[in-house]
């Protein structure tokens, strides 16, 4: 079976008998509806509704596990301390560095199955620590196969709001439960439709650009390049735009290479034409 160690990523427990409620009522994510051994992606966001941390997270005895980007690991400890006053929460670092993921075979020791991936129809499983020696290559060009974007490759820290990177589709955004941080933001903007930058998948017959180049409709900039694996990579578009241009026959370059853009099957998304345009 596929298996990868990605070295990047690091650990939180966070438990104590608030541990849930204090979550629950922090973060985007449905904690109280998740169930046992099931990984949730999540996103902790500013006031303004735009993300602050990505994660993803899932129940261990006594509280949760979250798994974050290294570099964010000791910023959001922080940031969660500042929220927690006087709940009974603990919030601890762990040491263990890395998580090891495995898909297309038998399941990790310890792990738990990724929400995300199962919507995107990949079954992946997910566990701290080294369980296999290889690199994380795979696992990227996978993730980016299934559309799911990350922080720091494919969008910058409080630049994106949920929407933008899927989290409406993918588990990671709960509008059944009560507020939380950046709530009234992102539940306008599902209200009202308003959603029009949107993670896509890229196709081009050579190797993509790096992140951050322009992808163009014409000479129109109509969103931005995230990380690639070769002729595959994910952006984030206006798809309003996009959908513009299909109609019209214009070209979608990124750094003057053709590229074709797809959404994601799995989130039953398509580019709007003029005509869903206006009616919105």
């Not at 992606?41 to 509280?63: C, H, M, N």
């Not at 919030?91 to 919507?119: H, N, R, S």
């Not at 588990?171 to 941080?181: N, T």
């Not at 308003?194 to 896509?200: E, H, L, M, P």
Request: negative net charge.
């Amino acid at each position: 079976m596929p298996l990868s160690f990605l070295s990047d990523r690091s650990l939180l427990s966070i438990t104590g008998k608030d541990a849930e409620d204090f979550l629950h009522n922090l973060i985007t994510t449905d904690i109280a509806g998740m169930p046992e051994s099931e990984a949730r992606p999540g996103a902790l966001l500013t006031p303004q509704g735009k993300i602050l941390f990505d994660f993803v997270i899932w129940r261990i005895e006594g509280g949760f596990t979250v798994e974050i980007d290294q570099p964010q690991r000791e910023a959001f400890a922080r940031r969660l301390t500042m929220y927690k006053l006087r709940a009974a929460v603990d919030i601890a670092v762990i040491e263990e560095i890395g998580v090891t993921v495995a898909w297309g075979g038998e399941a990790l020791q310890g792990g738990v199955t990724d929400a995300a991936f199962a919507k995107a129809g990949i079954a992946l499983q997910r566990a701290p620590g080294r369980q296999a020696d290889g690199g994380g290559a795979d696992y990227q060009a996978l993730r980016i196969t299934a559309g799911l974007a990350v922080s720091g490759r494919d969008f910058p820290l409080q630049d994106a709001f949920p929407h933008d990177v899927l989290l409406d589709k993918d588990g990671g955004l709960s509008f059944r439960k009560g507020c939380y941080v950046g709530q009234e933001v992102v539940s306008r903007m599902q209200h009202r439709g308003t959603a029009r930058r949107r993670v896509v998948i890229v196709s081009a017959e050579q190797d993509l650009p790096a992140a951050g180049t322009d992808i163009l409709a014409g000479a129109k900039p109509v969103g931005t390049m995230g990380s690639a694996a070769g002729g595959q990579g994910l952006a984030i578009v206006r798809i309003d735009r996009v959908g513009d241009a299909l109609a019209n026959g214009t070209a979608l370059t990124a750094a003057d290479i053709p590229v074709s853009l797809t959404l994601p099957e799995w989130t039953g998304l398509s580019f709007p034409t003029g005509a869903e345009e206006a009616e919105t």
